[in-house]
């Protein structure tokens, strides 16, 4: 690497770093927008007792539940987790914490992690059980609850395009959680579908700026579908 | 007779109006999209980045890439946009979203509503269900109006943990269309057919009467 090139060429180079009991932010939403290869990897290299702050954690076999295979994982922050028969095992056997947060406040808790703020009122979850605990104030007549921001170790993140220093163009609802994980992380790694030269991608349309992005790695995608649901006719 | 699930969805997509940004749940919600009245615009959020849902794909539009909520294949409409996840949740926070459709297993007449945990069972989460209650000004709860051993929906307080407090202002079941306020569901209309002493008896909450109960209509 110089300069600010941020390519590399090996997902072990990608993930050099990564060490047991880390927290992992991760871009995604169902199995769409999901870095494959850098998850396979985090596999590869077995560490243990991951807290993984994530919208959902894959599928049996796929995505982030491909970790579950080796108990990798060691607490989930997810706002929705079906759609896995191991992960229920791990959950109802104790051995995988849970940590059930609604969909906007993870989107808003990584966002605010990237952006400096330790913290911040929602009304969501106020009177629900995502409440216990937490401080309640009221802003003109109504109760917000306090929530505090989230980083991590690293955020491991799915981009479409990426021009060697870092900056970012994400592809149609594959953006999903990806542009606040990429904010989030000490260390932000990205897998791509295409690394482009400097100056290729217009300025205008950049979704992440490089300054967020420490590595960079392109990848080969399966893109699995979940429903693949048809037009009638 | 009680409504099927398309027809109460025909009757929620009577409450569209020109113009509105509206978020469907899965189930009976997204039916609603179907019954969208010809002379009137809508435009679908699918919270994860989408505003402007089109037409499931054909076999050959079909991209990974491109999905709504439920992780069904879907296409852009005409006039879409895509965004992160936390410019979604902000519009849906800040209520700028006109109307939000959403399923339930109990709302109690103050308006509170479970949706996503039944103790005992295993959770799967909320999503973005406590989201959109909390940030919707006008929510429209669509559900049966009993569960199959005939035990009300409808009730003087939730037994479930909740989704959200105060939230519910409307609600389209399978007997009844209601409003909620003031501690008491108000019945406006019945389904074709079916008694009010039927909803009296099916609604375990607090039920306001009036002296006319109109029946549904439907022009389709």
Not at chain 1, 167 to 175: F, G, P
Not at chain 2, 94 to 104: D, E, M
Request: with cysteine; glycine share 12%.
């Amino acid at each position: 690497m110089s300069g600010f090139n941020k390519v590399v060429s090996s997902y072990q180079e990608a993930m050099a770093g990564l060490s047991d009991d880390m927290t992992i932010i991760a871009g995604g939403f169902g199995l769409c927008g999901i870095p494959e290869g850098l998850i396979t990897e985090i596999k590869r290299q077995g560490v243990k007792g991951l807290t993984i702050v994530s919208n959902n954690c894959g599928t049996d076999n796929f995505g982030l539940g491909m970790l579950l295979e080796d108990k990798q994982i060691k607490k989930m922050v997810s706002s929705y987790v079906g759609e896995n028969a191991e992960f229920e095992r791990q959950y109802l056997s104790g051995e995988l914490e849970v940590d059930l947060t609604p969909q906007g406040t993870l989107a808003e808790k990584m966002r605010a992690g990237g952006a400096g703020i330790p913290a911040f009122y929602t009304a969501t979850g106020y009177g629900t059980p995502v409440a216990e605990g937490k401080e309640v104030k009221q802003f003109n007549g109504r109760n917000y609850i306090l929530e505090e921001s989230v980083t991590g170790d690293f955020a491991i993140v799915k981009a479409w395009k990426a021009d060697k220093i870092g900056n970012l163009v994400y592809r149609d609802t594959a953006m999903n959680f990806n542009p606040m994980a990429a904010t989030a992380g000490k260390i932000t790694v990205v897998e791509v579908e295409e690394i482009v030269e400097v100056g290729e991608l217009d300025p205008n349309q950049i979704h992440t700026p490089g300054i967020y992005v420490n590595r960079i790695i392109k990848g080969s995608f399966e893109k699995r579908i979940e429903k693949i649901t048809l037009a009638k006719n | 007779m009680s409504l099927n699930r398309d027809q109460i969805a025909m009757r929620v997509a009577q409450e569209l109006e020109d113009g509105y940004y509206v978020n469907l749940g899965i189930g009976i919600p997204t039916l609603v999209a179907n019954y969208v009245p010809s002379d009137i615009e809508v435009m679908l959020q699918s919270e994860n980045g989408l505003l402007g849902i089109g037409p499931y794909p054909t076999e050959d539009q079909v991209d990974a890439d491109m999905i709504n909520a439920g992780k069904e294949t879907v296409t852009a409409a005409l006039g879409a946009s895509i965004f992160s996840s936390a410019e979604s949740f902000a519009m849906i926070r800040g209520g700028h979203v006109n109307l939000t459709v959403l399923g339930a297993f109990e709302v109690d007449q103050n308006g509170n509503i479970a949706s996503y945990m039944i103790p005992g069972k295993l959770v799967k989460g909320m999503g973005g269900a406590m989201d959109l209650v909390a940030g919707a000004d006008n929510i429209i709860v669509t559900m049966t109006h009993a569960d199959k051993r005939d035990n009300s929906k409808l009730l003087e307080r939730c037994s479930l943990p909740l989704t959200g407090v105060g939230c519910v202002k409307r609600i389209v079941t399978d007997l009844a269309v209601l409003e909620v306020k003031d501690g008491a569901f108000h019945l406006l209309e019945r389904a074709p057919g079916v008694s009010v002493e039927e909803i009296q008896q099916k609604t375990a909450g607090k039920l306001i009467i009036p002296e006319n109960v109109p029946e549904m209509t439907f022009d389709h």
